[in-house]
């Protein structure tokens, strides 16, 4: 009889786990993947086929939480800085989805790679006083093969010429872009007048009939919700190859509650999970396994560690997320934005070096500033709209006229969050799950660099806003700005970052003194312990994570399979 | 219809309509009773299905399930949130409601009006043909409300 149940056990089946998954299961290993929330996503049969749980569906999405946490089973707390005593807000905070998938699932599937510079913002741009902006353990080149193979893994659609900022690459995109939103082609138009760069967005997103799903039907129903015909490859199609090798066991509503170690307590064995199909004394259940790769996510992961002692002192530190910068316009006709895949186009302008960020920075008393992405999109929930505008007789005429909703279009910039020690992911002392176990809890202020970003990108992109058509133009910003405490008291969720852009919380490096995980993504104190997600990030640049916390699990456990099992 | 009280509809018709004009007309009223009621239900009525697609545009396929199964602690959170409700339209039948309580009727009346007939309101997508608000490409299957196959 084996000693282990498979050589390798995976925690979380978002991105980086499915991604993972996939890998080891390419090269022949056995792996169980355990998924704390349920499965909407894909028959557990073979040939394991869509479940099609996901419409067109406001309510179940966004009201129901049809794809998990939800936060009376799994709050979460938040809090500023230590001065706001143990916490400010119980409830939703960042919660991406907990579901089979993870949060693939709800997002628009936007895949940027990261710049050459992304991994060497230290030595390119310089320290920050007050952050800890450092070098990555590896280069972008490192990483090209692997953004590579999860582009061709995940079938994402772009054209690979449109962003003149974008690093090399070795192959074009697997999938030629989808349909263009018409309103974002206005605003491209208007954001090249004012010398910007925008392009085609790289999507996770069927752009033609692709790997047994079909193409987009550019229903309106992207970002935040499950895709109704699996157009979204991201993470289905990993899963699926994993699943069709027959070596590859998923296991939703199973709760990892500890990694096993041996007596050294430097080798884990395995995994023990609360199997979540039983209420209300859940069983609690063991895999044994070579190799432990821990993919739940830059929350949940530091999450697990930390019940632990597993990691060293810096797990749970240098929380970034993107800090968000809004700028909405609002147009004197419909903007269309209720059908297309919310975002199709991008531009980068904003992270790129020149005279004008230089400015900036000089007359902040910063050494440098980046921004980030700059997303051109829309939201249609009249649901969400609805509850925005107040009861009584405006209400009607509000939601006819929506200027939140018909009539607007935003410029997100999920602008670069500078890591500093003091933001971070621990246990909150007292709020605990329906399990007993302690919650997370955020510790999260803004570095006054992403303040200074902001606030140079708002007027920019007003004016790009106006010159496209728009009526009138505003920004706001999340976390926001200016006097919080009457919010922290009335509000505090709403003062609480809203991006799901969770990164940096097991960073990666090569001194164990400064880092919890290895170039290679191994726990320095347990090295058969892998890291697959967005924890390990160094620091969060300004682009969506997804395709490089993919490539990262991709390169990860490729060199696990070369070391043997 | 079970779920209120002797008068209390007028009570918590007249509040659902303060907070979205036209709501009880579109099926508000409906719409709450079925949301306080879903457990009541196998599967709960709480999330809506699409059923099976034949292809992208297809249809549900005929005999799907009209409502997606909830695991055992989603029916405990779900049990916990909708005794919250139901305390709450109390207070608003009675005439004393909180802010928590208004915020929660508006916040219900909103999903009543301009979410998907397939919870009860919405009545006839009447809610998005008020607004201009386009039918959906993939609902999730219309048949699921009252009579819904489980």
Redesign the interface.
């Known amino acids: 009889m084996s000693d282990v149940d498979c050589d390798a056990v995976v925690v979380g089946s978002g991105p980086g786990g499915a991604t993972a998954a996939e890998v080891l299961t390419a090269a022949g290993w056995s792996v169980i993947v355990l998924e704390k929330g349920r499965n909407h996503l894909l028959s557990l049969e073979a040939p394991h086929e869509p479940l099609r749980h996901f419409a067109n569906d406001e309510i179940a999405a966004h009201r129901r939480f049809l794809l998990g946490p939800d936060p009376l089973l799994e709050p979460r707390t938040y809090r500023r800085t230590e001065a706001d005593g143990e916490r400010l807000a119980v409830g939703n905070v960042n919660n991406l989805p907990s579901t089979v998938g993870g949060g693939g699932i709800h997002a628009d599937a936007k895949l940027p790679r990261f710049l050459e510079e992304d991994f060497c913002l230290r030595s390119t741009r310089g320290p920050v006083e007050g952050a800890s902006v450092e070098d990555w353990p590896l280069a972008y080149d490192d990483l090209e093969p692997h953004y590579t193979a999860v582009e061709q893994l995940f079938g994402v659609a772009g054209d690979a010429e449109a962003n003149p900022f974008a690093a090399w690459r070795s192959a074009p995109y697997p999938l030629p872009p989808g349909d263009d939103m018409p309103m974002a082609v206005v605003t491209s138009e208007a954001a090249e007048r004012a010398g910007f760069h925008p392009y085609r967005a790289p999507t996770g997103i069927n752009s033609i009939a692709a790997d047994g799903r079909p193409a987009c039907t550019d229903c309106g129903y992207c970002g935040g919700y499950g895709c109704p015909v699996q157009a979204k490859s991201d993470p289905i199609a990993a899963l699926q190859r994993a699943l069709r090798t027959g070596r590859c066991d998923l296991r939703p509503e199973s709760y990892v509650t500890e990694i096993v170690r041996d007596a050294s307590g430097r080798r884990a064995t395995g995994v023990r999970y609360l199997d979540l199909r039983e209420h209300p004394e859940p069983s609690v259940r063991e895999v044994r396994a070579h190799h432990v790769v821990l993919a739940a996510g830059a929350f949940e992961t530091p999450r697990l560690l930390l019940r632990q002692g597993l990691g060293g002192d810096l797990v749970g530190r240098y929380l970034t997320y993107h800090y968000q910068t809004f700028t909405v316009g609002i147009f004197g006709r419909d903007t269309g934005g209720e059908r297309g895949r919310s975002v199709t186009h991008l531009h980068d302008d904003l992270l790129i070096d020149g005279p004008g960020l230089r400015a900036v920075a000089r007359e902040a008393g910063l050494p440098w500033v980046r921004g980030g992405v700059v997303e051109h999109g829309a939201g249609h929930m009249p649901v969400e709209e609805s509850t925005t505008y107040g009861p009584g007789e405006h209400h009607l005429p509000s939601m006819r006229d929506s200027a939140l909703r018909r009539r607007f279009w935003v410029f997100t910039m999920q602008g670069e969050d500078l890591p500093q020690a003091a933001n971070r992911i621990d246990l909150d002392p007292s709020v605990t799950d329906a399990w007993g176990l302690p919650a997370g809890r955020v510790t999260y202020a803004p570095h006054r660099h992403e303040l200074v970003a902001s606030a140079h990108a708002g007027p920019v992109h007003e004016a790009i806003l106006r010159d496209a058509g728009a009526q009138a133009a505003f920004t706001a910003t999340s976390p926001p700005q200016g006097d919080l405490d009457l919010h922290a008291t009335a509000n505090p969720l709403g003062i609480a970052p809203a991006s799901k852009h969770v990164m940096g919380t097991a960073r990666m490096g090569a001194d164990p003194t400064t880092s919890v995980v290895s170039p290679e993504q191994r726990l320095w104190d347990c090295d058969n312990v892998l890291v697959c997600d967005s924890s390990v990030f160094v620091t969060s640049t300004g682009y969506n994570p997804t395709l490089t916390l993919a490539a990262l699990a991709h390169r990860a456990s490729t060199l696990l399979v070369g070391g043997g099992r | 219809m079970t779920t209120f009280e002797a008068g209390w509809e007028a009570a918590v018709s007249a509040a659902l309509d ?5 709501s009880v007309e579109l099926g508000a009223l409906a719409y709450v009773e079925r949301l306080l009621t879903a457990l009541d239900h196998d599967p709960p009525r ?8 034949d ?3 297809g249809q549900p396929e005929p005999g799907a399930p009209a409502w ?1 199964e909830l ?7 779900w049990a ?2 909708l005794a919250g409700f139901r305390e709450a339209y109390e207070r608003v039948a009675d005439g004393a409601p909180t802010e928590d309580d ?1 915020r929660m009727v ?2 219900h ?3 009543a ?4 007939p ?2 009860g309101g919405n009545r006839g997508g009447g ?2 043909a ?5 039918e ?5 299957a219309r048949e699921g409300g009252e009579g819904a196959t489980a």
Do not use: K, M, N
Not at chain 2, 18 to 22: D, K, T, Y
Not at chain 2, 46 to 53: C, F, K, N, V, Y
Not at chain 2, 136 to 140: C, F, K, R, V, Y
């Open positions: 303060a907070a979205v004009p036209g709480i999330w809506a299905a699409p059923g099976r697609w292809g992208p545009l997606l695991g055992p602690w989603e029916r405990q959170a916990q949130r208004l508006h916040h009346a909103s999903e009006t301009y979410g998907d397939a919870y809610g998005w008020r607004i201009g608000f386009p959906p490409l993939h609902p999730p």
